[in-house]
């Protein structure tokens, strides 16, 4: 669906022999298919992407459901896959601003290797040429690249991916396997010593010791009552001796 690309998309699917502008890199443009008025022309924001990526979960039912029809009505026999370079799609949602440097998009705005950029594609149309094939869809599968001159240009080369692309792209797919793989094997030990594999490991660490308790205070005894007094007894008055009257 990139605006640069669409009227070479058609006169490629309509002309036979297909005027290319350019060779590419010493790649020869493919030649046209003469499909006039004979194909169904379905266009997706990332193309093959678009199909496969699990970040459109709908987009993929639609695909897939229009192939569906497709291959019903039209009894269609051919899929013809056309990736093009400098797609804003890849850029947009495939990957995280993270991890745009990995597949050598600059700062989200282009790409720094163009074999790169070309090797990102070919995985991509494959992911989707294989998963036809699981689905059970009896079709050839052609995959092509429109290639540009540059970010500016809007004009592009529809051609077979180069040697180079797709070499790279088979280092890149044997990488991910080798982690895959990784991964996997360091599942099936976990769980053999019946570690959870599902999670990530809790973070190791030390627990702070104890804090010591602290002296328990000995309650202060109440103090002895005072000794009570005793009250001095009074002696009994002695009687006055009485006066003897004289007689």
């Known amino acids: 669906m990139d605006l640069r690309v669409m009227d070479e998309v058609a006169e490629y699917l309509g002309t036979k022999p297909y005027a290319a502008p350019r060779a590419y890199n010493g790649t020869e443009p493919s030649r046209g298919t003469g499909l006039k008025d004979r194909y169904d022309h379905v266009a997706i924001a990332g ?9 459109k979960p709908h987009w993929n039912e639609t695909f897939w459901d229009h192939v569906d029809l497709a291959i019903a009505l039209h009894k269609v026999k051919k899929l013809i896959i056309i990736e093009h370079q400098d797609c804003g799609a890849y850029k947009a949602f495939f990957l995280p601003a993270a991890r745009r440097d ?4 600059k700062k989200g705005k282009g790409w720094t290797d163009a074999v790169g950029e070309g090797a990102c594609h070919y995985r991509m149309a494959r992911e ?4 036809l094939l699981q689905r059970g869809k009896n ?3 052609q995959v092509l690249y429109a290639a540009l001159a540059g ?33 996997a094997n360091a599942d099936k ?3 053999a010593h019946g570690a959870k594999t599902d999670a990530l490991p809790e973070p190791a660490f030390e627990a702070p010791p104890a804090a010591a308790p602290a002296p328990k205070k000995k309650a202060a005894k109440p103090p002895a009552p005072a000794p009570k007094k005793k009250l001095a007894k009074t002696p009994p008055a002695t009687p006055a001796p009485k006066k003897k009257r004289p007689r």
């Open 151 to 183: 970010p500016d240009s809007k004009h592009a080369t529809i051609r077979h991916f180069s040697a180079a692309e797709i070499k790279r792209a088979q280092v890149d797919e044997a990488a991910d396997e080798k982690t895959l793989l990784t991964i």
């Open 189 to 191: 030990d976990d769980a």
């Open 47 to 55: 193309a093959a992407l678009g199909a496969v990526t699990p970040l």
């Open 102 to 105: 990995v597949i050598g998009a």
């Open 128 to 131: 989707l040429r294989n998963q």
């Open 139 to 141: 079709l050839e599968v």
